[in-house]
């Protein structure tokens, strides 16, 4: 189904109407809808209100190129106008634990949060803890997908890369994960019905 789009999708059709697109129309990303993509990706929730997602938002065609290449080739990375890598970064966000504090609980929110995290991750290998911040990632990576949906754009979620390769073409550090590659555009295909579970075989009721 193809949805015109003249007001932002509630948040059931946005779900009913993404589907994972591989082919995009060939024209540039309106690069205000761009910003408001991540920012509402941004209001995704997080334990501690950690926030550890970090995008790398990828349009430079030579980039994308060779993004495509550590991506096995896969061509909807050259074919969409922009293309979101989502990572996370658990060392950025041990860092600067504080600036996650709410601004209404003051320094003792600020010097509570750091405690917080000192206490929880201090002690813990790199590896670790960035797997635990890689669990919050994943949920700015499905808030973004429906948030790219609900304005009027399509994506499809990728883990089929080498992620040394896409660190070292992003200049980013060893100890950050991905969430996935997330190329955004304007479907250019309709993409497969769903096929899911029903909820009768995932849900138990008590
Ligand atoms: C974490 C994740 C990784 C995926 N990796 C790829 C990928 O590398 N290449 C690809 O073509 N599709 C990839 N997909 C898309 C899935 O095949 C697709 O979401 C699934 O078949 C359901 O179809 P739908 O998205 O159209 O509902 C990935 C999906 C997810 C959620």
Known sequence: MTVTQTRPLSATEAIETRRSIRQFVQEPIDQNDLREILRLASLAPSAWNAQTWRFAV??????????????????????????IVVYSDM????????????????????????????????????????????AQANIAFGFLMIAARGLGYDTVPML?????????????????????????????EEGFPHHRHSVDRIAKFY
Not at 102 to 127: I, K, L, W
């Open 58 to 83: 990828v349009q430079d065609p030579q980039l994308k190129e060779r993004l495509q290449e550590a991506a096995y080739g896969q061509k909807q990375i050259g074919g969409a106008p922009a293309v």
């Open 91 to 134: 060392e950025d966000t041990l860092h600067n634990a504080e600036e996650t504090a709410h601004p209404g609980m003051g320094e003792a929110g600020r010097t509570g949060q750091r405690q917080t995290f000192d206490r929880a991750f201090g002690a813990q290998e790199e590896a670790q803890r960035g797997q635990w911040g890689l």
């Open 160 to 188: 089929g890369f080498d992620p040394q390769r896409v660190r070292e073409l992003l200049g980013l550090p060893a100890h950050v994960q991905f969430a996935g590659l997330l190329p955004v555009g304007k479907r250019a």
